[in-house]
């Protein structure tokens, strides 16, 4: 809670972590956006000024009031993001879940395309200097670097990003506000009207909005990055961004009132506002730009995957933690997966004005899955009912025409974000599902019966002693109850004699870092069960966890953990420690609906393709066995079988 509230203090470090860190995807998007909007039209004044005045709402309306103002409120322990935000509403509603998934999935499907469109945009501008420059390989080199570098730990780079972001919105602010100074009259874009106009008169309407909605495709890292930034740090340093991104889009749409009546072509207004002797040196800062908004998504994806994982929504997988800086992880196949993604949008898309025709279709769907989620929080906040309602009309409107804008680029690229979200998404569903099928046909006894059997087998050295310490990972939420499959494997699989039995529980908690510790002895030192409840971002290495609890007890005299074996209790030697893993195993049965047994296959595939439990729990494998055990789904009773003398 310290950390919780140091970090929500105005800094000047704070403001200039907040610029490096989650800015990087909004901030770049003048690189792109007015070139979308103008496209092959004919560029006139109301074109302009409706495209800027467009720019200029969505911003105001999407990004300064509902993320930076209202979502930003919806903070857990300091932590933000829809994970974190369906962790502090779930309670209220079991469906929440989908809108939670489907927010995660087209984040992740963001993950993939931002980093192409951007650096895409950024190294094109090379084609000014360069006629019949290849830009392609230039792309995919630096998208090769920058996911290559993942696995080493980005921090010693992270640290620049704040002043290469603060020079790059200083740098866009400045060319702008050139331009703005000898055409004023430009910032009557403003006034909503033009928006309106534009929107009302224009028969390319939805084309027009579904390219003014990538002005604001960054807005949710905003949200996202509220645990790395500080709210205050965000809502300050945003007023400074903001101003730097309207100068720099009022500034293009004065240099574009110059061309009226013609056609853009491929020319980029943001390159063309550049004096020639700068454009190289502008070029270099837009690629830097670029490469740090594409780190922060890489990053923001790696956080968004390791939540999804400790939610049970994604299967386990290897998170690695390359260095000490907070939130600095890396995970080795979404890193591989992203990049494949990359690779293949370059490659299928090759121009940055085509990738544009894919790109924001997911972020919309993001945004109105985070509307619904913020909507029920506000709820629980008992903010007053006709206060949700207008937020839900107005967002529910507005995202849902961003969205049909949005959906008319589905032929023309979208298709890709649609079939990348929609595979994502089937992941976290078949993952939850299947989990929560298996888990129904789990069964549970009661713990209290077996407490005598326990001690007596304790003590049986008729049965070869299998460990001193034997630990148990357990799903069951009650201490009075435990899975048939311990029992079974502790009494009868191949009885299993040892000093002390252990069983651990690891809770999740709706809170990010929460990390508490509860033991209650079951049979005075010879059963003791651990509850662990760890935050949604703890890392679970319940290996080290338990060992620290064990030292803590063994500190307070509440168990003794010295070997019995004779030559060894002389010494003092601490006796030994065996997991064992029991891997629940799903049999065929037709009582299971056929969208289950699809889920289970589906679930089977994934999990041959996730870290087995022990080594996602942080085991040390030495130590650890595996027991595979098929949970009965049905006994077929109706059939009558004849025995023959």
Same mark, same amino acid.
């Given at each position: ?459 049986? #050295? ?20 435990? #899975? ?54 703890? #890392? ?11 030292? #803590? ?93």
């Amino acid at each position: 809670m310290a950390n919780h509230k140091d970090v929500n203090k105005l800094t000047a470090a704070g403001l200039l972590i907040s610029l490096g860190i989650i800015y990087g995807d909004i901030g770049t998007s003048p690189l792109y956006v007015f070139k979308a909007i103008i496209g092959d039209r004919l560029i006139t004044s109301d074109l302009i000024l409706g495209g800027l005045s467009c720019i200029f709402w969505t911003l105001t309306l999407q990004t300064t009031i509902k993320y930076v103002i209202i979502t930003l409120q919806a903070d857990n322990k300091g932590e933000g993001g829809i994970f974190s935000l369906y962790s502090l509403v779930k309670r209220k509603a079991k469906w929440l879940i989908i809108p939670a998934m489907i927010g995660g999935a087209a984040l992740l499907a963001d993950g993939i395309m931002t980093p192409a469109v951007t650096v895409s945009s950024a190294i094109e501008g090379l084609g000014i200097i360069y006629k019949d420059l290849p830009t392609v390989p230039i792309v995919m080199l630096i998208i090769t670097f920058l996911f290559g570098i993942q696995q080493f730990g980005t921090s010693f780079i992270g640290k620049a990003f704040g002043p290469i972001m603060w020079l790059w919105f200083t740098m866009i602010a400045v060319l702008g506000a050139t331009y703005v100074m000898q055409f004023p009259e430009i910032l009557k874009a403003i006034n909503p009207y033009y928006a309106y106009h534009i929107l009302t008169t224009n028969p390319e309407a939805f084309l027009i909005i579904g390219a003014v909605f990538l002005c604001t495709t960054g807005a949710e890292a905003l949200y996202s990055d509220l645990g790395h930034c500080g709210r205050s740090n965000i809502r300050v340093s945003w007023v400074y961004v903001k101003i730097c991104l309207i100068l720099s889009y009022m500034g293009q749409g004065v240099w574009l009132w110059q061309l009226q009546g013609k056609h853009l072509g491929e020319i980029n207004p943001f390159f063309h506002i550049m004096p020639d002797w700068f454009l190289i040196y502008g070029i270099l800062i837009a690629t830097v730009a670029a490469a740090v908004a594409s780190q922060a998504l890489i990053s923001g994806s790696f956080t968004l995957i390791s939540e999804a994982v400790r939610l049970n929504l994604w299967p386990k997988v290897k998170i690695n933690y390359p260095s000490n800086s907070k939130g600095q992880l890396y995970v080795p196949s979404m890193n591989w997966v992203l990049f494949i993604g990359c690779i293949l949008v370059v490659l299928i898309f090759q121009k940055s004005e085509h990738m544009e025709a894919a790109y924001g279709l997911s972020i919309t769907v993001a945004m109105l899955m985070t509307t619904i989620l913020v909507s029920i929080f506000l709820m629980r906040k008992k903010v007053p009912m006709y206060l949700i309602v207008i937020f839900l009309t107005i967002y529910g409107v507005i995202e849902l025409t961003f969205l049909a804008g949005n959906a008319v680029k589905i032929l023309h690229g979208g298709w890709f974000t649609l079939i990348l979200g929609m595979s994502l998404f089937s992941i976290m569903w078949a993952w939850s599902n299947g989990r929560r099928i298996r888990n129904r046909y789990m069964r549970f006894v009661d713990i209290e019966k077996y407490f005598p059997i326990i001690s007596k087998i304790s003590e049986d #050295e008729t049965i070869p002693k299998y460990a001193s310490q034997l630990v148990y990972l357990t799903s069951a939420n009650f201490n009075f109850e435990i #899975e048939s499959s311990i029992m079974y494997s502790i009494i009868q699989k191949h009885p299993k004699r040892a000093d002390v039995y252990w069983l651990l529980h690891v809770d999740v908690t709706d809170e990010p870092f929460t990390m508490e510790y509860k033991v209650e002895q079951l049979v005075d030192k010879k059963l003791i069960r651990i509850d662990f409840r760890l935050g949604f971002r703890v #890392e679970q290495r319940v290996n080290v966890l338990f060992r620290k609890v064990v030292e #803590e007890m063994v500190k307070n005299g509440e168990i003794d953990i010295t070997s019995k074996y004779a030559s060894l209790k002389e010494h003092n030697i601490a006796g030994d420690f065996r997991f064992v893993v029991i891997e629940k195993v799903l049999s065929n049965s037709n009582s299971l609906r056929f969208i289950e047994r699809f889920t289970m296959a589906y679930y089977t595939i994934l999990k041959t393709f996730s870290v087995p439990e022990e080594r996602g729990f942080g085991l040390d494998l030495s130590f650890v066995a595996v027991e595979k055990v098929p949970l009965i789904v049905d006994i077929p009773t109706d059939f009558y079988l004849k025995r023959l003398d």
